[in-house]
């Protein structure tokens, strides 16, 4: 019996803008210690990221739609991390990667900052240290579902979460110690 | 060939006594094939322009400093140590100074040895020592709004709140 395919149908378009998000997602490889050794493997011919459309590894972040912190952020490249992610087009989203991106983890000192979430949102995270790449794979694919949860063919939710994001009205600049809220250096 | 290199090298007690004759203030100390000069920081300058121009040290391989705060049996607060190879014979000697607040000043060794830039830029990155005549003397490593020395041993190994002193991005979700 074959199948009765209509001539007309009627759906609705938002699960498919979300299908093609998430299945497209570009990553911006924000690597900076082994776990980026760990993405690399992610993105190379034995895990293959590719099978799930990210593997398109792009290093403008003015061409990405999906963070990945991959290793450490010390204070002095956490204004380069916010920087990057402000330059990153809406919709856009964020994994953190491994211990020391979501945690600081075993580098409890003066120059770590103790998980990048205190500064940028996070989507996604990943334990391990590093993670294997079927760890990655998986919250990657965890966050498909999440994109295609989220989000109209439109994408004016998108435009909203950008008004609401964004340095604190006191600061102007990412990495401007002198009007941040936190204590002041000494 | 490599052993006559070795055994053509001036023996440390003749470049000791040679320095120890010409500055009265330096002592000696020796541990297995680790020389030392302990010299008073004024005369650092002029014990290290000896060494290069007399004795061939024509390289300065490491310089560093130490914190002795709380160590046992420290006198002083900062040690300075100078590395130095002599590239014909291959020799090594080290030479220490020893350094109290408030007086953190120590001359620049950039004329005698390029190689000093950096390292001087980072012993006052990590202890705060000055270089007198230093080309650049700035930050090297930590980001120029860092106040603190963070090598020093009364400074905390979490800081005093630096790594965390960050605008803040949130958005609506997540």
């Known amino acids: ?186 | 060939m490599l052993n006559e290199y070795r055994y053509c090298n001036m023996p440390f007690d003749i470049i000791a006594d040679a320095v120890k004759a010409k500055f009265v203030d330096v002592s000696t100390s020796e541990f297995r094939d680790n020389r030392r000069l302990h010299v008073p920081p004024a005369q650092a300058y002029d014990v290290l322009k000896t060494l290069k121009e007399q004795y061939g040290f024509n390289m300065l391989f490491e310089l560093t400093a130490a914190d002795y705060l709380k160590y046992p049996n420290a006198t002083d607060r900062f040690g300075v140590v100078y590395g130095l190879l002599n590239m014909t014979t291959g020799e090594r000697i080290y030479v220490r100074t020893f350094l109290n607040e408030p007086d953190l000043t120590l001359p620049s060794t950039f004329s005698l040895w390029k190689g000093a830039n950096w390292l001087e830029r980072e012993v006052y990155d990590m202890y705060g020592i000055v270089f007198a005549g230093h080309p650049d003397l700035r930050r090297i490593l930590l980001p120029e709004m860092f106040t603190s020395f963070p090598l020093r041993k009364d400074y905390p190994l979490r800081g005093r709140g630096e790594r965390h002193n960050f605008p803040v991005i949130t958005r609506a979700e997540s």
């Open chain 1, 1 to 186: 019996m074959a199948l009765m395919i209509p001539d007309v149908m009627l759906a609705p378009l938002n699960p498919l803008a979300n299908w093609v998000r998430a299945n497209s997602l570009w990553p911006m490889p924000f690597a900076t210690a082994c776990c980026g050794i760990e993405l690399m493997a992610t993105g190379a011919s034995k895990h293959d990221i590719a099978r799930f459309g990210a593997e398109v590894m792009r290093f403008s972040p003015r061409q990405c739609d999906l963070m990945i912190v991959a290793g450490r952020v010390v204070m002095k490249m956490l204004p380069v991390l916010q920087r990057i992610w402000m330059q990153m087009p809406e919709p856009k989203w964020c994994v953190s990667m491994g211990a020391c991106a979501s945690s600081g983890g075993v580098f409890d000192t003066y120059a770590v900052v103790q998980g990048i979430d205190r500064f940028i949102p996070v989507d996604m995270y990943v334990p391990g240290c590093p993670p294997r790449p079927e760890q990655l794979i998986q919250a990657i694919i965890d966050l498909q579902d999440k994109i295609k949860a989220t989000g109209t063919l439109q994408g004016v939710e998108f435009g909203k979460r950008t008004e609401h994001m964004g340095p604190l009205a006191n600061v102007e600049m990412p990495g401007d110690f002198a009007k941040s809220r936190r204590v002041s250096l000494n």
